[in-house]
């Protein structure tokens, strides 16, 4: 049984309620710090209905140094997976300052916390965003970084701020040193098999596989399929989708990786995490009328700004070094978003 703790930041969000599941079943002890500002603390109440298991919430900020001491003071952490953090693109295109101070801010204060409490192992959610525009659209982690909104800056901010972090004490202390893993998603869809924890986005949705679940159960009335002229075999664009689960189980095999003979002198390391394929946005819309014999009423719409034709992961370093790739198919990652859309059509509410 592992008795370790782990501090999920934004652990009641989308990813970070399918990490703590995740954990309680590995047997780790699971502690949360979360402000709720983009989630509800029943996403938590039916992570310990899945696992039977209870876990230890402090409804907290990240800024809070005071709070983060406290926490640190409560539990004995060995391990932080930080995922707490707002993600809106486009919202980061009007509201830059708030990002900057919430996101890089934010895990200034995290990082000083835990250089307090002398706990070193980190997992950082980190994103394909801040790849930009590099020369191929299989992005490779060696790349360079060139995000081109702000929430890309925020993510490849917070890398460098660890990146340096870690050198710094590679140099100054070899004996304690950091050991951090930069996981850069792509895109997570989908939902636990249960259908009793998914994506509950705040008014409409961005994202697409929210959008066209919310068509497909009525709440929306047409999905804008946002330019059909890219350079793809059918002109819409191609991501690589990820199961949410497939991406937790990522973080638990970055924690194992971070306390092996690899990281053993420290470290801070990025992995891309993703399938490795792309799908298309008409090919996710297909897939969901197949799976789950719905019609999804769409239009052709004109491509949105700041949107790329395509990019996937490779995704074998993660393969080569933390044992981990992706299980799922993309028939999971639809049917359990429909199980999780059916069963709670109003989300966590
Ligand atoms: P989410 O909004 O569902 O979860 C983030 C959680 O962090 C929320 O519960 C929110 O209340 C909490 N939070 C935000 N700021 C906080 C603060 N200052 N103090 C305490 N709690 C705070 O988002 P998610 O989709 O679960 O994403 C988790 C992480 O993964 C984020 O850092 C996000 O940038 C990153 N990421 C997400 C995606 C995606 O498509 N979902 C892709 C790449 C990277
Ligand atoms: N799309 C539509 N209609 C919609 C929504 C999306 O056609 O209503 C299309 C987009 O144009 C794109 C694809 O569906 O081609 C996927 O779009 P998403 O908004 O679901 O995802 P993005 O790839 O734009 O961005 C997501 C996250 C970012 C993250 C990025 C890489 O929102 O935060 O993946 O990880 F940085």
Same mark, same amino acid.
Not at 141 to 158: V, W
């Given at each position: 049984?592992?008795?370790?703790?782990?501090?999920?930041?934004?652990?009641?969000?989308?990813?970070?309620?399918?990490?703590?599941?995740?954990?309680?079943?590995?047997?780790?002890?699971?502690?949360?710090?979360?402000?709720?500002?983009?989630?509800?603390?029943?996403?938590?109440?039916?992570?310990?209905?899945?696992?039977?298991?209870?876990?230890?919430?402090?409804?907290?900020?990240?800024?809070?140094?005071?709070?983060?001491?406290?926490?640190?003071?409560?539990?004995?952490?060995?391990?932080?997976?930080?995922?707490?953090?707002?993600?809106?693109?486009?919202?980061?295109?009007?509201?830059?300052?708030?990002?900057?101070?919430?996101?890089?801010?934010?895990?200034?204060?995290?990082?000083?916390?835990?250089?307090?409490?002398?706990?070193?192992?980190?997992?950082?959610?980190?994103?394909?965003?801040? !790849?930009?525009?590099?020369?191929? $659209?299989?992005?490779? =982690?060696?790349?360079?970084?060139?995000? +081109? %909104?702000?929430?890309?800056?925020?993510?490849?901010?917070?890398?460098?701020?660890?990146?340096?972090?870690?050198?710094?004490?590679?140099?100054?202390?070899?004996?304690?040193?950091?050991?951090?893993?930069?996981?850069?998603?792509?895109?997570?869809?989908?939902?636990?098999?249960?259908?009793?924890?998914?994506?509950?986005?705040?008014?409409?949705?961005?994202?697409?596989?929210?959008?066209?679940?919310?068509?497909?159960?009525?709440?929306?009335?047409?999905?804008?399929?946002?330019?059909?002229?890219?350079?793809?075999?059918?002109?819409?664009?191609?991501?690589?989708?990820?199961?949410?689960?497939?991406?937790?189980?990522?973080?638990?095999?970055?924690?194992?990786?971070?306390?092996?003979?690899?990281?053993?002198?420290?470290?801070?390391?990025?992995?891309?995490?993703?399938?490795?394929?792309? !799908?298309?946005?008409?090919?996710? $819309?297909?897939?969901? =009328?197949?799976?789950?014999?719905?019609? +999804? %009423?769409?239009?052709?719409?004109?491509?949105?700004?700041?949107?790329?034709?395509?990019?996937?992961?490779?995704?074998?370093?993660?393969?080569?070094?933390?044992?981990?790739?992706?299980?799922?198919?993309?028939?999971?990652?639809?049917?359990?978003?429909?199980?999780?859309?059916?069963?709670?059509?109003?989300?966590?509410?």
């Amino acid at each position: 049984m592992n008795s370790q703790t782990v501090l999920v930041t934004g652990g009641a969000g989308y990813i970070g309620s399918h990490a703590c599941v995740e954990l309680l079943q590995a047997g780790f002890n699971v502690v949360v710090v979360d402000n709720l500002c983009n989630s509800k603390s029943e996403a938590l109440a039916r992570v310990q209905q899945i696992t039977g298991k209870t876990l230890q919430f402090y409804q907290a900020d990240i800024r809070d140094p005071l709070a983060l001491a406290n926490i640190f003071e409560q539990e004995a952490i060995d391990t932080v997976i930080h995922f707490a953090g707002l993600k809106a693109v486009g919202e980061s295109c009007q509201q830059p300052l708030r990002y900057y101070e919430n996101n890089v801010y934010g895990s200034m204060v995290l990082i000083e916390a835990m250089q307090q409490a002398n706990v070193k192992q980190l997992v950082f959610s980190s994103s394909a965003t801040v !790849y930009g525009e590099p020369p191929s $659209v299989q992005y490779v =982690e060696h790349f360079p970084l060139s995000p +081109i %909104n702000p929430y890309g800056r925020t993510k490849a901010m917070i890398e460098d701020m660890l990146r340096d972090v870690s050198a710094a004490d590679q140099l100054v202390k070899p004996e304690n040193p950091w050991k951090i893993a930069l996981l850069r998603y792509f895109n997570p869809i989908g939902a636990h098999a249960s259908g009793l924890i998914g994506e509950d986005p705040n008014g409409i949705p961005n994202n697409l596989m929210p959008y066209v679940s919310q068509v497909a159960i009525g709440k929306l009335a047409q999905l804008s399929v946002f330019g059909d002229d890219y350079p793809t075999p059918d002109g819409t664009g191609i991501r690589d989708y990820i199961h949410v689960v497939d991406l937790v189980k990522g973080h638990i095999k970055a924690i194992t990786a971070l306390q092996s003979d690899k990281f053993a002198a420290g470290g801070c390391q990025a992995y891309n995490l993703g399938a490795g394929k792309g !799908y298309s946005v008409l090919d996710m $819309v297909k897939a969901f =009328e197949r799976v789950t014999g719905q019609t +999804i %009423n769409y239009k052709i719409a004109p491509r949105r700004a700041g949107d790329l034709a395509e990019f996937f992961a490779d995704p074998s370093l993660a393969l080569q070094e933390l044992d981990w790739q992706v299980e799922k198919t993309l028939d999971d990652m639809v049917a359990d978003t429909w199980a999780w859309q059916t069963k709670n059509p109003q989300g966590y509410q």
